[in-house]
């Protein structure tokens, strides 16, 4: 009997930027740095004191940056919008963070793991050891290893 | 089938027969009689074609079709003797009997045999599907050929012109009765000319008068009260049927064919070929025949029984006086219209026909020679199908030559080699016709599905998606290189061979794709393929050429993946995106102060299509599949579209995950294992994805300001929105990481400033 932990999915290789660093520079990484081969913008941010303190992804980043921007009647509004985020930008991305992130730990198991994904609706879950993050846990890995377990030879394909 | 139905109505009892006899039997009856009242002269006429006696025509008329239509498999196929046939029959034996010493009748029954056993191999050999392969311009080529012969000998019967020699080939025809034209009966000329009228224009009064049969009957009459068939005439005489050879008022039929048992050598040698054009062309004739009725009737027809029965009929045949026959279109048409329902409508017609021997001997007898000579010239010109040699003049270089080339050859060859020179010619024809390799280029309809267009009318794009159709032979290859490479614009960047459609040796496509992928690599673009059938599978295994390719651009045609096009597609669009990714193309393409970004500038066409009456199982299947090739940990949501192929809605791989995850106990889930696990999602597979998916989609097009997509998204908490043409088709999509992107280049983002220090 085996059974699949979060452990075995998550990635190692993720960036960590602690919360005095600014939108701007998050948004910066998650553009120009090296994750953006695999289309993955996570970083983990840390706390001044090293321990977790959330996740950072694309689409946080462009929600917080929208905030709670609403675009004038009549208006197309991109002069307004720009200076607007532009201004944000220079925030912690602290702003950014969920207050109380959904995380797991190396031994959570792939049935909590697809719970805790469905009910976030994040990118990746966070896995936790000791107030340290070890790694990341992307809904894509936790939806491919429930696939593999759950698609049977008699289950795969369409039916027509 | 009918015969069968009569048959077994015969086995089981008198109801089902007495059914039969209210339901069929009369209306059999009835189109019998219609086909040998226009039958019997037409017999009597073709025999005449042959250089035969008349009454033989009637003999093949009663046994070849009473036989064929027993064993064959159509039912209304009327077989016995035909126009081009009989020509054949001449164009073979009429010079034997001078050079072997045998006797002209005993030659036919000889050849009847030989060609009646030659059929039947190609019925017990199951040939019967070859007749396919024999292209329509053949039969119409050799026909009108045919009747060109037809009519060209036959005006010296038209004439009461005997030739001194005996003509070898078409242009002699012409010649010695030209010759011989100030030896023309007048008598004769009348009587064929006054038939010739009433089968012209007695059917257009009125289309129930049989015309050739009114015809004769009065041309004899007329000839017989007013003596001119007697001896004493003198030079004037016309000839009648009684002095070719008398019809008798009986049916003492059986003859065994002397030279049969044992065949003579050289003379069967000789025949040999002609026997075996004769069966082709017959069996040609016949299945044409039977498949144009069985079009109209809806029988389906066995063509090997067809030729079985074919065989049968003329070797039968040929132990009852009867020379090689074949389906009679004019009849069969005629049986088929006067209402025959079953196969006994052409028994019946054999048995009107000896009837008519039986009683009417004595009268048909009279019938003058001129007056059948003047039957066949119409026929000859009806055999000249003149609408269609136009159309088919017009049409494909192809068809025309096989045609043409058919038609020709029936003129200045020996008949049974032309024959077979179309027989050649529809296979050359057949080979050039497959053996091309169509290729359009499929452009994705927006709504689902794809067009499909030529590659100069479809529009530029990174990604071009190639559909390869139809068969593949080694030749072909070497030239479609060249053709693929014409899909390629500058804007290239993948290209997609579909090979679901494209018959192909494995090792032929294996080569293709070979080369195709150097050439491609070469400079510098990537190649996709999908709808690899097995075989192909099979073989590329072996040679190395699926790591060279890379797996995972290969999509495989296995019935589980009828959406291998939409992977391909997806695989190809994620290979596009990370190209430019790596050149940093959308950083160029925006770094001018005016450029405002559009959602254009941002969506990815990556998107998969899915039906929204899917269940949860098929939708972790497709999207299982996807990840094996596209390499991306950004989640994906699959966008489903209805019946319509409109955009339905969205479901989300959280939605996925909450489905698969929706009978897991929270209680346990810490300590479920993966077995266990395992059956607990799958006992969501069944639930429909349009009940998870996300309906309340906003209408994003590609021209949309990046903050209306911006603001839309974080208000409707949509982390991946639709994007949609000014038509409303969905296109693309736009991603957290895409919208991102665009929010950077808005807000002039440059690596150097952006990137915190280490």
């Not at chain 2, 016949?286 to 090997?304: C, E, K, M, P, T």
């Not at chain 2, 209402?339 to 009683?359: D, Y």
Request: glycine share 8%; charged share 20%.
């Amino acid at each position: 009997m085996s059974m699949t932990r979060a452990s075995d999915l998550m990635t190692k290789r993720f960036l960590r930027i602690s919360t005095e660093h600014t939108i701007r520079e998050a948004m910066g990484i998650i553009l120009y740095g090296e994750q953006t081969k695999h289309d993955t913008g996570a970083i983990a941010i840390i706390n001044q004191e090293g321990d977790f303190a959330g996740v950072v992804t694309p689409n946080q980043i462009v929600w917080g940056l929208v905030g709670d921007w609403k675009p004038v009647e009549g208006n197309s509004g991109e002069s307004e919008f720009l200076p607007f985020a532009e201004s944000r930008l220079s925030l912690s991305v602290s702003t950014l963070l969920t207050p109380e992130p959904t995380t797991a730990s190396p031994q959570t198991s792939l049935a909590r793991l697809v719970l805790m994904a469905g009910a976030s609706e994040s990118e990746c879950i966070p896995v936790i050891d000791e107030g340290r993050v070890e790694g990341l846990v992307y809904a894509t890995d936790i939806f491919k290893a429930a696939a593999d377990i759950a698609l049977t030879p008699g289950t795969e394909g369409i039916a027509l | 089938m009918p015969f069968q139905r009569l048959a077994s109505a015969i086995q089981s009892g008198p109801s089902r027969l007495r059914d039969y006899w209210k339901a069929d039997l009369r209306a059999d009856a009835i189109s019998g009689l219609t086909v040998a009242v226009m039958g019997v002269p037409q017999a009597m006429a073709y025999a005449l074609i042959a250089g035969l006696p008349p009454v033989w025509g009637l003999y093949t008329a009663m046994v070849t079709c009473v036989v064929s239509a027993v064993i064959g498999s159509s039912n209304h196929l009327v077989t016995g003797p035909t126009n081009a046939i009989c020509m054949v029959i001449l164009s073979l034996t009429a010079h034997l009997p001078e050079k072997y010493g045998y006797g002209l009748l005993e030659i036919v029954l000889l050849l009847t045999f030989l060609t009646g056993a030659i059929q039947l191999m190609f019925g017990a050999l199951r040939l019967g599907g070859i007749i396919r392969y024999v292209s329509h311009s053949v039969v119409v080529g050799f026909t009108a050929g045919a009747g060109i012969l037809i009519a060209a000998n036959q005006i010296k019967n038209l004439l009461g012109i005997t030739l001194d020699e005996r003509p070898e080939h078409f242009f002699q025809v012409l010649s010695f009765t030209f010759e011989a034209l100030p030896e023309s009966n007048f008598f004769a000329l009348a009587l064929g000319a006054a038939t010739a009228l009433c089968v012209i224009f007695l059917p257009m009064l009125n289309r129930h008068i049989p015309g050739a049969l009114v015809g004769i009957l009065i041309s004899g009459a007329l000839a017989y009260f007013l003596g001119w068939h007697l001896p004493e005439m003198g030079a004037s005489k016309i000839e009648i049927v009684k002095d070719i050879e008398p019809i008798s008022a009986s049916l003492n039929l059986f003859h065994f064919p002397q030279l049969i048992a044992p065949p003579p050598f050289e003379l069967t040698r000789e025949l040999g070929v002609g026997a075996a054009a004769l069966a082709i062309l017959g069996l040609i004739e016949a299945a044409s025949i039977a498949r144009a009725v069985a079009s109209q009737s809806g029988q389906r027809l066995d063509f090997n029984r067809e030729f079985v029965g074919q065989g049968m009929g003329n070797i039968v045949g040929s132990f009852f006086s009867s020379f090689a026959g074949s389906g009679s279109f004019t009849r069969t048409a005629v049986c088929y219209k006067s209402g025959g329902k079953t196969r006994m409508a052409a028994i019946f017609s054999a048995f009107w026909t000896a009837a008519t021997i039986v009683l009417f001997a004595p009268i048909a007898n009279y019938i003058p020679k001129a007056s059948l000579a003047g039957i066949l010239i119409v026929v000859a010109y009806t055999m000249v199908d003149k609408r269609r040699l136009i159309i088919t003049w017009k049409s494909s270089n192809q068809s025309r030559l096989v045609l043409f080339g058919t038609l020709v050859s029936t003129l200045i060859l020996p008949l049974e080699y032309a024959v077979f020179v179309g027989v050649f010619l529809s296979i050359v024809l057949l080979l050039r016709v497959t053996g091309q390799t169509d290729l359009t280029q499929l452009v994705q309809r927006p709504d689902s599905g794809f067009d499909e267009v030529p590659f100069n009318r479809a529009p530029q794009s990174e990604v071009v998606t190639v559909n390869m159709e139809g068969d593949l032979y080694f030749a072909a290859a070497e030239d479609l290189d060249y053709e693929l490479l014409e899909c390629i614009t500058p804007k290239t960047r993948v290209v997609i061979l579909r090979m679901k459609r494209l018959r192909a040796v494995g090792s032929t496509a294996m080569a293709i794709l070979e080369r195709f992928d150097e050439i491609l690599k070469s400079r510098g673009l990537q190649l996709v393929v999908c709808g690899i059938e097995d075989s192909l599978k099979q073989i590329m295994t072996g040679s190395g050429l699926r790591t060279q390719i890379g797996e995972q651009n290969l999509f495989y045609a296995d019935n589980k993946l009828f959406q291998s096009m939409e992977l391909a597609l997806a695989r190809a669009w994620s290979i596009v995106e990370m190209e430019r990714r790596r050149d940093d193309a959308m950083k160029k393409s925006v770094n001018s102060p005016e450029a405002r970004i559009r959602i254009s500038d941002i969506h990815s066409k990556r998107i998969l299509r899915f039906g929204n009456q899917h269940q949860i199982r098929e939708a972790v299947w497709l999207i299982s599949e996807m990840m094996k090739t596209v390499d991306q940990k950004a989640a994906q949501p699959l966008f489903l579209q209805n019946a319509e192929g409109k955009l339905d809605s969205e479901l989300s791989l959280w939605n996925v995950l909450q489905s698969l995850g929706n009978n897991i106990d929270p209680q346990t889930a810490d300590v479920l294992e993966d077995e266990a696990l395992g059956e607990c999602m799958r006992s969501q597979f069944t639930e429909s994805i349009g009940a998870r998916a996300r309906k309340d989609l906003p209408r994003i097009e590609v021209d949309a300001s990046l903050e209306e997509a911006l603001y839309l998204s974080k208000s409707l908490k949509l982390q991946t929105l639709p994007v949609s043409d000014e038509e409303g088709r969905l296109t693309g999509m736009a991603t957290p990481l895409g919208m991102l992107k665009g929010l950077g280049a808005a807000l002039d983002f440059n690596p150097e400033k952006a990137l915190p220090k280490a």
